[in-house]
Every structure is written in C-alpha cells, then in structure tokens.
C-alpha cells in the first residue's frame, strides 16, 4: 500500500478538565492511497486518516455538530472530538479498558436528537445483554451530559438503529436476553426522560436468536411485500402491517454463518431481494441469493465475496464513489475476543476495506484496501463528515478512534 506522511508529528493534546488532565493522540493526519493488491483494477480512491485517538475507549463511534458551528464531531464512548482539530471533551467519566484483558462499556454509538431540542445527543449500547442510554447534549454549556435510560436489557452483538414504524425517527431492534424476546424500542416522542417503549416481535425459549451474544441481524423487505422484514442467519421475522404487533410470523433460512450487520438488497437484479453478510469472528463475507423452488418459496444459495479478512464484526452498506451503486466498507476488528488464541487471524494486521460493486447476473466486488492499522468495532460510520460531499468513515476500537476522510480524486 503506497502511503505519504502527510503530517510527521503526532500532535499531543493536554486538555484539563473537571480537575483531570487528559493526555492522548489529538490528531495525526496521513494520506493513504486506497491501495488495490488482490482482485481486477478499480478506481482508486484516496483517503486522509485522522488518529484521534490511540487509547481504547468504545468498539463504536458516530458523528454530528455537537456544538452547532457547523463541523461535523465524532462521538465514541465518554468522549466527543471536537472538528476540525479533533480536540477531546469528555461527556461522561471516562473509564480505562484493557486491550487485551477486558471489553468497554461502550460497543455501539449512535448520534439522534432525541429529546427534539435541536442539538444532537449520543445514544451508548454497552456490553452485550447490559443496559442502552443516550447521553443529552448540554447546549454548550460545561460538564458531563445527563444520562438517561433507553432499556436495561439490550443484547444481540448488532444491534440495530432503523426506522421501524415510519415515523421518520430511528429506533432500535436487538434482543432481551433478560426477557428471552427479540424486541424493537420506539424512539420517543415526548417523555424523553422515560425508557423507549418496548414492542415484542417474539418471545419464549424457542425463539432463535434470544442469547445476549447472539451475531447478526438485519431489517428489510425478504419477502417483497412491501413490509420491512427482521433477519438472522437462521431465518427471519416476517413484518406485519402494524410493527406494534407482537409474534412475527418465523421462516427458517440458511444465511451463512454468524455475522455482523445483514442487508437485504436485489445484489444480481431478478427482482427478488438478497442478502449480504459478513463473519463476525471467522473469515468471509457473503451474498445469499434468493430464489424460488416449484410451490414459491424462498430458496438460498450462498456465494462468497471475500475469504481473506477475518472478525469482519462491522459491515457498511453505502455508495463510497459516488456511482449510485452501494459497495461494502468492512475491516478487521482488532482483539475481538481480547488475547486469545481462539480468534482465527488474531494477530493479521487490523486493516480497513471498501469493497466496490460490480452489478449483473454474476455480481462481484473488486476490493480496496484503505489501512492497515485501525480496522473496525462493531459497526461502521460512513457520512460525509466534513461536507465536501463525499463519503468518509468513522471507527472506534481497540485500536482508538480514526477517521478516513476521504480525498477527490485528481
């Protein structure tokens, strides 16, 4: 991978805060070729990488105008990086975790205007089968954020933030390992204060998918109905007109192994919608083609996109050149299962991918690697956070916290 030192130094901030000094990575910038080494020749995209941070504090990480001047800020765990230099700011007592001993209280960030006051708030999923809160934006003024409850029980390591019931607000889809329900919370309307009311798409100990540490989920239309669809690597839940109602219709399916986030799409254009996975702690990612079998019921067959990077645990779905096709940004989650010998590719370098999409009867996805020392958390941000219009990507891990800005192409 052919890499430029754009900016040698690391720049050291200190910022002292509520009595504590907080000494850290503030911003080292390099300019990073999107390097292609396996598969046919596709545009190379460039990318600026902004280390704000080196020490682990989430798996997760999002982005907003936190203080409202017009910079997009990135949010991870008790943390937000105030653009465009990146300095830190607590929001929360921050905790130190071990890398290699131990896990985070902070595995999924969110950014939602919850209470609809206009600024921006941070929604923080712990550990999985732990608790979800979402931090309220302080308008400016100094200090932590106020925490308040979303549910004390959130499990499942893909968590989703969808819009179940066409509010146009985003809600949340997991599991309550506590409860043995798979369950959707509604993002408030009023009451913000309150935990997220609940809605219950099945429960009982039969239910798949019920386990804290359950991998993989998915929201979208299986079936062509028009009616958004709940997935698992398994099977999926078949939406009703009114998400409200509990017991969703189960069907049974082969969708691969356990994975991070699902996506449901038309990848080879027959019309019927597919799905697309990736391994969450093994090497692969997939597409599932649907199809039909003589009586018109779904059938799978599963068809590999790469074999080559493992703990692939976040998965973006997202035009990242702007050819109005969606491609697949993923990478390796670092330490995943910290150190431990069961984690196949333990020690592989922590790389960052985009893969690009190449549609027909038989797609493909030609691959790019972005680094090769950040990798990905439980999931992946990809949005334009410094409003040149293009695409940039946003991780927190064990690795810290980066962000890939991404550069026009000459």
Known sequence: MMTKMKNSAIKLAVLRKDGMIFIGCLLMSILTGSAQDKGKKGAEIPFKKNVLTTDFITEGATVGDVNKDGKKDVMAGAYWFEAPNWTPHELAKPEKFSYSTGYSNSFLNFAMDVNKDGWIDMIRIDFPGKSAVWHENPKNQPGHWKTHPIHSSVGNESPLF????????????????????????????????????????????????????????????????????????IGWWEGPTDPKRSNWAFHSAKLGEECAQMYITDVNGDGLNDVISSSAHKYGIWWHEQGKDGQGNPTWMTHEID???????????????????????????????????????????????????????????????????????????????????????????????????QQKLK
């Not at 809600?171 to 009023?190: F, G, M, R, T």
């Not at 429960?203 to 386990?211: A, M, N, Q, V, Y």
């Not at 096709?325 to 985009?354: C, F, I, M, Q």
């Open 162 to 233: 969808v819009d179940v019931d066409g509010d146009g607000r985003q809600d949340i889809v997991c599991n309550d390992p506590s409860a043995k329900e798979i369950i959707w919370l509604k993002s408030p309307d009023n009451n913000f204060s309150d935990e997220w009311e609940r809605f219950v798409i099945s429960k009982g100990d039969s239910t798949p998918g019920i386990h804290m540490f359950t991998h993989g989920l998915g929201f979208g239309d299986i079936n062509g109905d028009k009616k958004p669809d709940v997935v698992l690597h």
């Open 307 to 405: 074999k080559t990077i493992s703990q692939t645990h976040g998965l973006a779905f997202v035009d990242m050149n702007g050819d109005k096709k969606p491609d697949l940004v993923t990478g390796k989650r670092y330490y995943a299962h910290n150190n431990t010998d069961n984690d196949p590719g333990r020690e592989e370098p922590s790389v960052l991918y985009w893969f690009q999409f190449q549609p027909g009867k038989n797609p493909s996805w030609i691959p790019h690697q972005i680094d090769a020392n950040s990798g990905v958390g439980l999931h992946v941000n990809v949005e334009d956070i410094n409003n040149d219009g293009l695409p940039d990507i946003t991780v927190g891990n064990k690795k810290g916290v980066h962000v890939f800005e």
